[in-house]
């Protein structure tokens, strides 16, 4: 079993969408969680970063953290096609412990 | 502040052969980090150094790859020799401190075809 599992997707929505994107973990001792954002050809990139469990919100992008179910979700409102890009969860124990990716799922945003 | 900077962009070679692949890390950052990121997976890490001493390598095939980071500023990674299962994009990351909480600043990636 994948520390961290991610629907590969690809998903597709229109424009204006709301999108959820999500993950599992199976580690319990992971604290902070991570979504990153890859555009193809690209390097991963910080979207958003959350330590234990709890809602964390910066524009249009929500972060949430169910440690009870070890489920991570990132929400996307009103979607843009700027926002079609590969979207990877990551966790790590912190302390110098490694980050753990998800498999990344592809989205695209159509106008 | 500059990112982290990686060459080459693009390298195509034969199995069997060698490849070595650089990485310059942000300024100031004091860890850095390789991931081999395999087409339509998450990246893996391969070795994380900490100034110029290996944090963790535990996944680095270190029969035949090698990396190193002189002076605890920039990186080279060295695969040799090349199997066809290492065709991938290779990833430079640098963070300020060890701590690790996750905040990794990435480069755009060295993309290996191994034909």
């Known amino acids: 079993q994948k520390e961290v599992e991610q629907d590969p997707g690809p998903l597709s929505v229109p424009e204006g969408a709301i999108v959820s994107l999500n993950c599992t973990y199976s580690?319990?001792?992971?604290?902070?969680f991570m979504w990153y954002r890859q555009y193809s050809r690209k390097g991963p990139e910080l979207l958003m970063y959350t330590y234990s469990s709890g809602n964390k919100e910066d524009g249009r992008f929500t972060a949430q953290v169910d440690k009870s179910s070890k489920y991570i979700s990132l929400f996307i409102r009103d979607s843009q096609p700027s926002d079609s890009a590969t979207y990877l969860c990551?966790?790590?124990?912190?302390?110098?412990?490694?980050?753990?990716f998800g498999t990344g799922t592809q989205l695209k945003v159509e106008l | 502040e500059a990112g982290v900077a990686q060459s080459p962009r693009y390298k195509i070679i034969e199995k069997r052969q060698s490849v070595a692949f650089w990485c310059n890390p942000i300024?100031?950052?004091?860890?850095l980090y390789w991931y081999q990121q395999i087409l339509g997976q998450g990246p893996k890490l391969l070795i994380q150094f900490q100034n110029n001493g290996v944090v963790d390598d535990s996944q680095l095939p270190k029969d035949r790859f090698s990396a190193e980071r002189l002076k605890g500023v920039d990186s080279t990674l060295k695969i040799q020799p090349a199997k066809l299962e290492d065709s991938a994009v290779y990833l430079c990351?640098?963070?300020?401190?060890?701590?690790?909480?996750?905040?990794?600043?990435f480069g755009e990636g060295s993309r290996l075809t191994v034909l």
């Open positions: 990551a966790s790590t124990t912190g302390g110098g412990n490694k980050l753990t």
């Open positions: 300024s100031g950052h004091a860890t």
């Open positions: 990351a640098s963070s300020r401190d060890r701590a690790n909480t996750g905040e990794l600043f």
């Open positions: 580690n319990s001792a992971f604290q902070y």
